[in-house]
């Protein structure tokens, strides 16, 4: 099993900056894309940036040049930093992880518990 534990989150003003932190722990024999999801009050959960094993990233257009993903493969972790926010990016976030745990088995998605960003206007 895979464990995927969120920090950094919390209340900012509008135009603030936060860093969001996920590390993974458990049996991980390898990490293919590390990501981050947000979940607003009454939204579905979106894919708000990935990053994959070839470090290429991506993000949905409503971030694009304001948060930065960014993984460290030796300590197993993804950070999300947050600059320019606003109060639509009032959400949980929650870490995701594609990750193997044995040579027979396949790889398979894992999600952390969540953390809560709020942007006040």
């Known amino acids: 099993q895979v464990q995927l534990v969120e920090s950094g989150g919390g209340l900012v003003q509008a135009g603030g900056s936060l860093r969001l932190s996920c590390a993974a722990s458990g049996n991980i024999l390898s990490i293919n894309h590390m990501a981050w999801y947000r979940q607003g009050p009454g939204m579905q959960r979106e894919l708000v940036a990935v990053?994959?094993?070839?470090?290429?990233?991506h993000y949905a257009d409503s971030v694009k040049g304001r948060f930065t993903i960014s993984r460290d493969n030796a300590k197993n972790m993804v950070f999300l930093q947050m600059n320019s926010l606003k109060p639509e990016d009032t959400a949980v976030y929650y870490c995701n992880a594609n990750a193997g745990t044995a040579r027979w088995a396949s790889p398979r998605d894992y999600w952390g518990q969540g953390t809560q960003v709020t942007v006040s206007s």
């Open positions: 990053v994959p094993s070839d470090g290429n990233t």
